[in-house]
């Protein structure tokens, strides 16, 4: 069919007292009902280019496309207004810091209840059950407590799941995770990144999946992309991994197995991602 998202020659410069920033140069792909994974070092532009997408960068920095469209439509001359009808609606953005991310003093049922309101989709015990349901869905056991519990109460991973809860409530086309690297534990990281995958694939949705680790991607998401210095240096699907010829692409594959992603823990999620379901 035809891709959802189409993105050509996206550049995005950061304007900064000290100077300019080329965040983005030259940046082409298109995404189907597929998962991308985008994969580069710190500083290569992963989350600037999961931002671009939703126009969400500073006033300062300048977007310039010839082309970014979503749905057949041009996201380029959209409104503000617009936009946010977009955002969440459309395609939702998980960031990469999820402290700034949730409201420390509003209850976690209460913010995803909110994500539906905004949109005019649901409220009162409507909206109510709709957040129960996408509690459950992400796999919380006890969701009437998750619902009342205030952030500080959650733990990282269930943090991870409301927040998980909160940008897939509104029945999104395409979700853009920007991975935190360093919150999680190993474990809770694969579980997490499980329910996203089990949902997306369910719902037949696009998933791009911001990572610096390239065995972590190549394991569940079709196809890859290889950021460096705000380019895009190699695409590839994840099947042909083992066939990318950057040499940066290489040395990524090479400094394996990550600290991060012991050997052991990897494939399993392939195989069988069944024992973290339980969870
Ligand atoms: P990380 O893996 O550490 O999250 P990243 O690949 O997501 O890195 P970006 O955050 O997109 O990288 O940053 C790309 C470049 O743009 C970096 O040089 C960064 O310093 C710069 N940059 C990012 N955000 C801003 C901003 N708001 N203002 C100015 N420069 C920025
Ligand atoms: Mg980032």
């Not at 009342?148 to 853009?176: C, D, F, K, W």
Request: include cysteine; charge should be positive; charged fraction near 25%.
């Amino acid at each position: 069919g035809q891709p959802m998202l189409r993105v050509e020659d996206l550049a995005v410069r950061y304007v900064t007292p000290t100077g300019t920033i080329d965040a983005l140069k030259g940046v082409s792909f298109e995404l189907g009902r597929e998962k991308l994974g985008i994969v580069g070092e710190s500083g290569s532009g992963k989350s600037t280019l999961g931002r671009a997408l939703l126009k969400l960068i500073p006033s300062s920095a300048r977007i310039t496309a010839k082309r970014l469209e979503f749905m057949g439509r041009d996201l380029r001359g959209l409104s503000e207004a617009e936009m946010r009808l977009v955002r969440g609606r459309q395609i939702s953005m998980i960031l990469q810091d999820p402290k700034f991310s949730l409201n420390p003093i509003m209850r976690a049922g209460d913010q995803i209840l909110e994500a539906l309101t905004i949109h005019g989709e649901a409220r009162g015990r409507a909206g109510r059950r709709r957040v129960i349901d996408i509690l459950k869905a992400v796999r919380i056991r006890d969701p009437e407590r998750v619902y009342n519990a205030y952030p500080h109460e959650l733990s990282g991973g269930m943090g991870q799941r409301v927040m998980t809860a909160m940008m897939l409530v509104t029945n999104p086309l395409l979700l853009i995770a920007d991975e935190p690297t360093s919150a999680l534990d190993v474990t809770v990281r694969m579980q997490v990144l499980a329910i996203i995958d089990d949902l997306v694939t369910q719902r037949g949705m696009g998933l791009i999946f911001i990572s610096h680790d390239l065995n972590l991607v190549g394991s569940f998401c079709d196809r890859i992309l290889i950021m460096y210095g705000g380019r895009v240096v190699e695409s590839c699907r994840a099947s042909e991994l083992q066939n990318c010829t950057h040499p940066y692409t290489r040395g990524l594959l090479q400094s394996l197995p990550s600290i991060e992603h012991p050997r052991e823990v990897l494939p399993t999620l392939k195989r069988d991602p069944a024992w973290l379901r339980g969870a």
